[in-house]
């Protein structure tokens, strides 16, 4: 019996175990090793970490919430549900653990378009984020896919790193005339056609590919995902991921990360699919503060109820 099983080894999940286990608190970080970020290079944005490999960022976590007494664990966590002190959940493996709360930190998966090539070149030259990848692409040229409505927000964003965008219609939405003008106005190309797929030379993108042959030539693609909150494992609690129109499913929670199952947190991609590496850290940290908060708050009671028989 832990006081905190964490379920997900990422930013969120280590930040919030090294929290709790700074409190002395017992905790089991349950881990499956695949990072949402895991195609990527480097992580950016992460203040005195910028630029470090996500696996090596994760490593040197784990390294600091087992110097304190935590314990880590791989696995993929298939079910959680009530016991009589708290929850059980159980793995893959057939293992289970207990413990009086739950961190959940399992991430989200990112769904991507469906065009031939993306899937393989995803977090090298096809990109997702400005802030996650934009300066290594800077002054390239650089191609956003429309396939939702956040495409012209995405254009007008690598604008700002390269003079060369081209906005490839595809499957998105018709444009507005206010937002024709404000594309000419930033010179940004617009195409229209099907994208059938992606041109490349060795292992170096060169184009994107127009049904009827058209080649333009483009040294990076930007992509719309559609971020899917890993936490099927939760139904059994009556604890599901909600639909969010243009961005995916998330897990509800208020701002501390306390979902509406008592006991239960969540922080990170799960149910904030917006939040990068650095915030969903930063997230981890105060949902551990205030789980750590309401066993106090628990103990106190049984203490008094205790003193008091």
Request: charged share 20%; with cysteine.
């Amino acid at each position: 019996m832990y006081d905190v099983i964490v379920v997900g080894g990422g930013a969120a999940g280590l930040s919030g175990a090294l929290a709790l286990v700074r409190s002395r608190r017992s905790v089991l970080v349950i881990d499956d090793g695949t990072p949402r970020n895991a195609p990527a290079g480097h992580v950016h944005n992460y203040l005195t970490r910028d630029g470090v490999p996500p696996a090596e960022l994760y490593a040197l976590g784990r390294e600091e919430v087992t110097g304190y007494g935590g314990e880590v664990v791989t696995g993929t966590v298939t079910s959680a549900t009530q016991a009589e002190s708290g929850f059980q959940v159980e793995l893959s493996d057939g293992r289970s653990f207990q413990a009086r709360r739950l961190l959940v930190t399992a991430g989200a998966t990112d769904e991507l378009p469906d065009v031939p090539g993306l899937a393989e070149r995803f977090g090298r030259d096809v990109l997702h984020c400005p802030y996650c990848h934009g300066w290594e692409v800077r002054d390239q040229a650089i191609g956003v896919l429309a396939t939702g409505g956040m495409a012209v927000h995405q254009a007008q964003l690598f604008r700002q790193l390269s003079d060369d965008v081209t906005l490839f219609l595809h499957k998105g939405p018709e444009l507005t005339d206010e937002q024709w003008e404000e594309l000419a106005a930033r010179g940004i190309a617009v195409v229209q056609g099907e994208v059938e797929g992606l041109e490349v030379d060795g292992d170096r993108l060169t184009g994107v590919r127009l049904a009827g042959g058209r080649v333009i030539p483009r040294q990076a693609v930007v992509v719309q995902t559609s971020l899917r909150a890993r936490a099927d494992f939760l139904d059994s609690l009556g604890l599901k991921a909600g639909e969010i129109q243009g961005v995916g499913t998330a897990v509800e929670s208020d701002r501390t990360g306390a979902t509406n199952v008592p006991g239960v947190w969540v922080a990170g991609n799960v149910t904030d699919p917006m939040s990068q590496v650095i915030s969903s850290a930063a997230a981890g940290l105060q949902a551990g503060a205030v789980i750590n908060a309401d066993l106090i708050a628990e103990e106190t009671r049984v203490a008094v109820a205790a003193r008091s028989s």
